[in-house]
């Protein structure tokens, strides 16, 4: 009996022995889970942090490459300007291999005499002199010609044919031809005509030349805010330019001088 009672008490002892550790498996199951989830929480935040970095990294590095670039293209302009003011315009643009392929709008009338007879247009250069250094600039440059049209050719126009060119137009063409111009460099489609002092400005904003002569007041005081040397053509040179940052000559011709 003693016995019995002896292996009732081992036989219950173990049966709590195995329910404590049937209780402890399951706790470490369930800590195991939970350390599971917190590990893929971690990794997720992780990879969230990572990604966030890489846009920040990007934008630093698209801001930092903006400011370069605005920084180049301020020196640049600065150098630009700093020349234009030390160089004059034959050494820049006639004698410096740095300065070689602008883009340069000079206006006609500077360039010719129009004398009317018998109702029509006499054109012819001014000299030789403008006719040499036309060469020239087709020859190292972007040149263009532009003009606004005289009065008269404008009231004459076909407006129902825009695209057909008047009698003068082609003697202008005609002229820069005669002259060997156009074979220097300057097609005939860089001899531009308008109607209007305001498809004239538009032309121009268009080209964005770094050298633009004229004359006209009106269209230089529209330009000139947007373009990086402008001359006004003046025989009155006292008067000064439209405004300070305007350059005065009596000539093209001198200017190059």
Request: glycine share 4%; proline share 3%.
């Amino acid at each position: 009996r003693a016995h019995a009672n002896q292996s009732n008490i081992m036989k219950s002892k173990l049966e709590q022995l195995l329910k404590k550790l049937s209780l402890s498996t399951t706790e470490a199951t369930s800590l195991s889970c939970i350390f599971a989830l917190v590990l893929v929480i971690i990794y997720i935040w992780m990879k969230v942090e990572q990604a966030k970095q890489r846009e920040r990294n990007r934008r630093r590095g698209r801001r930092n490459s903006g400011q370069m670039q605005r920084a180049s293209q301020n020196n640049a302009s600065y150098n630009a300007r700093d020349e234009i003011q030390r160089l004059s315009a034959r050494q820049r643009y006639l004698q410096s291999q740095a300065w070689e392929n602008q883009c340069i709008c000079l206006c006609l009338e500077q360039l010719i005499d129009d004398n009317k007879s018998n109702g029509s247009h006499v054109i012819a250069f001014k000299n030789e002199e403008i006719v040499a250094l036309l060469k020239e600039l087709a020859h190292k440059h972007r040149l263009y010609i532009i003009q606004l049209l005289p009065s008269d050719v404008i009231a004459a126009l076909d407006h129902d044919k825009p695209s057909q060119q008047s009698r003068y137009e082609l003697d202008v063409i005609n002229l820069f031809t005669e002259h060997g111009i156009v074979a220097c460099g300057l097609p005939d489609y860089k001899i531009l005509f308008c109607t209007t002092r305001k498809g004239k400005s538009s032309m121009v904003r268009q080209l964005m030349p770094t050298l633009y002569i004229d004359s006209d007041e009106t269209v230089i005081k529209e330009l000139h805010p947007h373009l990086t040397e402008v001359v006004q053509i003046n025989p009155l040179l006292a008067a000064g330019g439209v405004d300070p940052s305007v350059f005065v000559s009596n000539s093209v011709l001198s200017y190059f001088k």
